[in-house]
C-alpha cells in the first residue's frame, strides 16, 4: 500500500517560531509537493520538487522554504511562523512515469497547524 | 478566469439519486485528469482518473471532452457514503508536475 506521511497530524505554535513540517514517501517517487489548503481558497501549491536537492516555487512561496536532502523526504520550513499561515498543510507526491500516462498525486493526511 | 473551475454546489440530494458535477479547464495544454474525493478535515484520495474515451467504475462514470476542455463525474445510486467534496484536478506538466486543482464541489447525500 503506497504512503505519504506526515510527521504531525495537528500543531500548534506561537508567533515567531520556526517550523519544520516533515513527510515522507515511500513510493520512490521523483516529484513531491506541498500545499496549504483554506476554506474558499482550495489547494494552492507552496513549493514542490522533481529530485533532490531541486525545488521550485509554486503560487504562495512567500514566508515559506523547503529542504529535500533525500528523495524520499520533503520538508516545509516556516522560517517565522505568523497567524496567518494558520492552515491545513498537504504534502503529495507522484511519479513522473506512470502506467496509462496518468500521473496521479498520492496525498499525505496533512497536517493542521494553528500559530498563536 | 480560474485555470479550473467547477459547479459551485452545494449538491444536496436524496439517497438513489443520479448526481451530475461538471469541470472545465483553461489550459488546452493539460495531459493528465482526475476527480479526487475529500472527506471533511481529510485528505484528498483518487476517486478515478478521466480517460478519452470515458470511463467507469461501479456507479462512477467520467467523461473528457478535450475540445470543449470539460471533464464531468457521474454518480449513479447516491448513497450516503458519498457525501464528501470532489475535487476535478488536472496535470499540465511534461513530468506530472503541474496539478491544477479545482475548488471542489461539495455533495450532500440525504436520507
Known amino acids: 500500500d503506497v504512503k505519504v506521511t506526515q510527521s504531525s497530524r495537528y500543531l500548534v505554535k506561537r508567533t515567531g517560531e520556526k517550523v519544520f513540517l516533515e513527510c515522507v514517501q515511500d513510493?520512490?517517487?521523483?516529484?513531491m509537493f506541498w500545499y496549504r489548503q483554506d476554506p474558499g481558497l482550495g489547494l494552492r501549491l507552496i513549493y514542490f520538487?522533481?529530485?533532490?536537492?531541486?525545488?521550485e516555487k509554486g503560487d504562495i512561496p512567500e514566508g515559506y522554504s523547503v529542504s529535500r536532502e533525500k528523495k524520499e523526504r520533503f520538508s516545509l520550513i516556516l522560517e517565522s511562523a505568523s497567524t496567518n499561515q494558520t492552515s491545513m498543510y498537504l504534502c503529495?507526491?507522484?511519479?513522473?512515469?506512470?502506467?496509462?500516462?496518468?500521473?496521479?498525486?498520492?496525498f499525505g493526511q496533512g497536517t493542521r497547524l494553528t500559530v498563536v | 478566469r480560474k485555470e479550473v473551475e467547477q459547479d459551485p454546489g452545494p449538491f444536496n440530494v436524496p439517497e438513489g439519486a443520479t448526481v451530475a458535477f461538471n469541470c472545465t479547464y483553461s489550459n488546452s495544454a493539460s495531459q493528465s485528469f482526475f476527480w479526487y474525493r475529500q472527506d471533511c478535515r481529510k485528505e484528498p484520495k483518487l476517486l478515478m482518473s478521466v480517460y478519452s474515451s470515458g470511463n467507469e467504475d461501479g456507479r462512477f462514470t467520467a467523461q473528457l471532452n478535450r475540445a470543449s476542455q470539460y471533464i464531468s463525474l457521474l454518480i449513479r445510486d447516491s448513497k450516503l457514503s458519498d457525501s464528501a467534496t470532489y475535487l476535478c484536478?488536472?496535470?499540465?506538466?511534461?513530468?506530472?508536475?503541474?496539478?491544477?486543482f479545482g475548488p471542489g464541489t461539495r455533495l450532500s447525500v440525504l436520507p
Open positions: 513510493m520512490d517517487h521523483e516529484n
Open positions: 503529495a507526491s507522484s511519479s513522473i512515469y506512470a502506467s496509462g500516462g496518468n500521473t496521479e498525486a498520492f
Open positions: 520538487s522533481y529530485d533532490v536537492k531541486m525545488k
Open positions: 484536478v488536472v496535470n499540465g506538466g511534461n513530468y506530472g508536475q503541474n496539478f491544477v
